[in-house]
């Protein structure tokens, strides 16, 4: 089976996998309204194929108000019932409960924490296991895959890219967190 690198540098130049393999997998992330985003499009992957949540991206952003966490925990009944009625993103209950309710869980982490940054930095390094566990006592609908690849892909684990990938490279010299564990 290809590496997700293979996969992608195979894909023509400017589709969704090259994209989002080229300049966003593995990238550490510094903006808490990037990393809920990060977050939401890990969740909303669950059962479904990569390639529908890349190209719903731009409609989860837009329904999310960019990701604004602030904006998304304060969401009502109402927005509850757009998400539901939006064609642009995926239309699960579970996924746009567990996505209100953890920008609610974000805010509470804030006072200790200072955002979700500062949550995700003061818990690394752990180890993939311990932090499975820690995702599911404090998030809603997030289970091993899901939290696996919410932190290779901003950067807390490392294997979003092989060594010899053109990508790993650039994303080493975005100083990631993981790269202070080697």
Not at 133 to 142: C, G, P
Request: hydrophobic share 40%; aromatic share 12%.
């Amino acid at each position: 089976m290809p590496t997700y690198c293979e996969f992608a540098l195979a894909e023509p130049e400017g589709s969704h996998h090259r994209l989002y393999h080229d300049t966003q997998y593995g990238f550490p992330l510094n903006d808490d309204a990037q990393l809920f985003g990060r977050l939401i499009l890990e969740i909303n992957q669950a059962g479904l194929s990569w390639t529908t949540i890349l190209k719903k991206a731009e409609g989860f952003h837009r329904a999310y108000d960019g990701f604004e966490v602030d904006r998304i925990a304060a969401y009502g009944e109402a927005d509850r019932a757009r998400l539901l009625a939006d064609a642009g993103i995926i239309r699960n209950r579970l996924k746009v409960d567990a996505a209100i309710e953890n920008a609610r869980r974000i805010v509470t982490l804030r006072e200790s924490f200072g955002s979700f940054k500062g949550w995700l930095d003061a818990h690394h390094p752990l180890p993939k296991t311990e932090w499975v566990k820690l995702f599911k006592q404090t998030f809603r609908f997030t289970g091993g895959e899901i939290v696996g690849e919410f932190l290779m892909s901003t950067g807390y684990l490392p294997g979003a890219h092989v060594e010899t990938c053109p990508s790993f490279a650039a994303v080493v010299q975005h100083a990631p967190p993981w790269l202070a564990r080697r």
